[in-house]
């Protein structure tokens, strides 16, 4: 499957700047010191890194031009030529037009650019000791220059600048500039509300008479507060990324595996314009691929059953997007076999003969639990496909993690529908802030169902404890404080009591509180290093007078009021969850790393990335790993070296390495096969497949 280079564009062109940028600043250094070996090394590993990711991206003018020129700083690092002015200035020539390509790339240029003959032809003759020029900018005509008006003299300026600045409108911001940022605007938020607070404490106790003083001061507050908010969603939007840049790759990997099941299925995949926080982004391919191979192979039915069931031959399975508020839904349709509740039954039993009489009486929603516990299966061969992916549990677990709920509809022979609510972004929340037993909590919007108040008397005693009917459904309901152990609590005299409906997993759950103190949208902040462990907790928040509120992990406080023990199938899994196999990318070129990663992640591998052979063998010593993918030309310890290490080092010899190389060499292909290297790819002839096969044929996955 051929790669879709848009996707990597951003990055070619942000790190092809830096190096071009590079270079322009070494080419100064060495116009002083122009035998500096250091230097020339430098030159040499830019202009293979910029030449290995231009040939990963298909630009293959640019290419020809890097690989043209790195020959000549080859020659003069082994002194077959001198250094001189002109080579340094040539190189400073080149990269000047090289600023200008990647500058139209920007603005969807193909690579190709007018100079390039030229620049061919005078590296050749630099090459061969002729005289060359080094100068590739256009000249204009003398004549025609007198005769230019003031307007077109002025065009001219504004092209001359544009050769050293491209207004690109954009800029590169870490992600963790943006949270800094909202940090500081959140204490300001919080200052707001103070301020606000004793502002009416200092109007009820004023008796002057001056209200218009206090009037105006209210609303000059109010305005700083909207003022505040509008900053706050714009920083916000700045992490933000539209949903379509994984929907298009998502449909081209899964329509390639369809068609390995013999099965025909019509996808509806839409473009969507909305946009959501890129930390979200990044995680949910692997959620959504999974969800919908759950689909192909669970749901989906072969063409003759589909016949008897007096349904199209051709199943069919949708993703579509929306957006309400600041919530995203991304919902996983197929109209396939739907999910047959007694075959859960019947599998749960097996598990868990000890909750025999629990399982026989579980409804649909009980029954629904079990699927996301770590391996479990209604199915007893695990086929390639569903032996693939990720399991239901730990889909379970990433939406935890990125503050989303799961809810699953299934109807038997009329199909399954996944529902995966989450948050536009990860930087602010809304919730909604409670009061039990005197303590402060923050329970997020999403989990929240309604909240009712209801008297004592409409409390149902049941064997396993109290339930309220909520719509004609029994809700079993706990008091937090079960769980939360106070070391005292006056029992409440009131007659009315305050519950909170929560859903989780398509389960219902009650919790009493004391008191609504009011609903809010927050800036959440992770738990101090001391509570990391401490699962109950989601983050925490601070109010107005700086006072910590810490967030309720609600999947877990549901657990420990009542569930399913999701660490009862351990054994299970073991014996039935596929490897998921870890892969170290190293490479000091950010496109290529970012290329390398996409493709293996795309299979289901684990993969971490190292930019040279020093900071591949710390991630060594951190983690294990079962593959490690590398290029050869590094800064500080390239490939040779790191692999040399890692066959002196008892815990890393046995573990196989794949060497890439911007072109072949037959001495190169020796050396890293008597280094001990398992394979050796030439990114020239770099394709999807020829580094998963070999990925695989290693792994013997």
Do not use: C, W
């Amino acid at each position: 499957m051929t790669l879709d280079k848009n996707l990597f564009i951003a990055d070619y062109i942000s790190e092809s700047r830096e190096i071009l940028d590079t270079l322009d600043d070494i080419a100064i250094k060495s116009m002083k010191d122009n035998r500096n070996s250091g230097n020339l090394k430098e030159i040499l590993r830019l202009l293979h890194t910029l030449k290995g990711s231009s040939r990963m991206m298909e630009f293959k003018q640019i290419e020809a031009v890097i690989n043209s020129l790195e020959n000549i700083f080859k020659h003069i690092q082994n002194n077959q030529m001198e250094i001189t002015t002109s080579s340094i200035q040539l190189l400073m020539g080149i990269s000047s037009v090289l600023h200008s390509v990647i500058n139209k790339i920007e603005d969807n240029g193909d690579g190709t650019f007018e100079e390039y003959d030229s620049i061919i032809e005078n590296i050749e003759k630099a090459a061969a000791g002729d005289v060359f020029t080094t100068d590739f900018s256009k000249k204009s005509d003398g004549i025609q220059e007198a005769s230019e008006n003031k307007n077109s003299q002025a065009s001219k300026i504004d092209e001359e600048n544009s050769e050293y600045f491209h207004d690109s409108q954009t800029i590169k911001v870490q992600i963790s500039q943006i949270d800094s940022i909202l940090q500081s605007l959140d204490k300001l938020i919080m200052r707001q509300i103070k301020l606000k607070t004793e502002i009416d404490n200092l109007k009820a106790q004023d008796n002057s008479g001056d209200f218009q003083a206090y009037q105006e001061l209210t609303e000059n507050i109010s305005v700083l507060e909207n003022q505040s908010v509008d900053i706050q969603k714009s920083i916000i939007s700045l992490r933000m990324l539209p949903f379509d840049i994984i929907l298009r790759p998502i449909k081209r990997s899964i329509i390639s595996e369809t068609l390995k099941t013999g099965k025909n299925i019509d996808f509806d995949i839409p473009q969507s314009e909305i946009t959501i926080d890129k930390a979200i982004l990044e995680k949910l391919p692997a959620i959504l691929v999974h969800l919908v191979r759950n689909s192909i192979d669970h749901g989906i039915e072969p063409i003759k059953e589909r016949k008897k069931l007096g349904k199209p031959e051709n199943g069919k399975i949708s993703i579509s997007v929306k957006q309400i508020s600041n919530r995203i839904f991304v919902t996983v349709k197929d109209d396939g076999h739907g999910i047959d509740y007694e075959k859960i039954r019947e599998k749960a039993l097996k598990i868990f003969p000890e909750r025999e009489s629990e399982i026989l009486t579980a409804d649909q929603n009980e029954l629904l639990q079990y699927i996301f516990i770590s391996g479990f299966s209604t199915k007893d061969v695990q086929t390639e496909l569903s032996g693939r992916g990720i399991g239901l549990d730990v889909v379970r677990t990433e939406m935890d993690k990125l503050k989303g709920k799961i809810t699953v509809s299934s109807e038997l022979n009329k199909g399954t529908t996944f529902e995966l609510s989450l948050p536009a972004s990860l930087a602010t929340q809304d919730g909604m802030f409670i009061q039990i037993s005197n303590n402060s909590y923050l329970i997020l919007s999403h989990y929240i169902k309604e909240v009712l108040t209801v008297s004592k008397d409409d409390f149902l005693r049941m064997q396993h404890g109290p339930v309220l009917n909520v719509h004609n459904e029994l809700v079993p309901i706990f008091d937090f404080d079960s769980i939360n152990e106070p070391a005292q609590k006056n029992p409440s005299t009131k007659n009315e009591i305050t519950v909170l409906i929560l859903e989780y997993l398509n389960r219902k759950t009650g919790i009493i509180v004391d008191k609504i103190l009011h609903y809010g949208t927050v800036v959440i902040k992770t738990v101090p290093p001391l509570l990391k462990d401490f699962q109950a907790l989601q983050g925490v928040v601070f109010d107005e007078n700086y006072r910590i509120i810490p967030v309720l992990n609600i999947p877990d406080t549901i657990r420990r009021f009542k569930g399913v023990n999701i660490y009862d199938a351990k054994k299970l899994e073991v014996k039935k969850m596929p490897k998921v196999y870890s892969i170290l990318v190293v490479d000091d070129s950010h496109t290529t790393r970012h290329i390398e990663q996409i493709i293996l992640e795309a299979e289901n591998y684990k993969v971490s990335t190292a930019v040279d052979g020093i900071d591949a063998l710390e991630k060594m010593k951190q983690h294990h790993f079962d593959l490690v993918v590398s290029d050869l030309k590094m800064p500080r310890m390239d490939g040779f070296v790191l692999l040399h290490n890692m066959r002196h080092k008892e815990e890393l010899k046995d573990i196989p390495v794949i060497m890439i190389s911007s072109v072949f060499e037959s001495d190169t292909l020796e050396k890293v096969k008597n280094l001990g290297a398992q394979g050796y790819i030439v990114k020239s002839d770099f394709e999807r497949e020829s580094l998963t096969a070999k990925v695989k044929e290693l792994l013997n996955d």
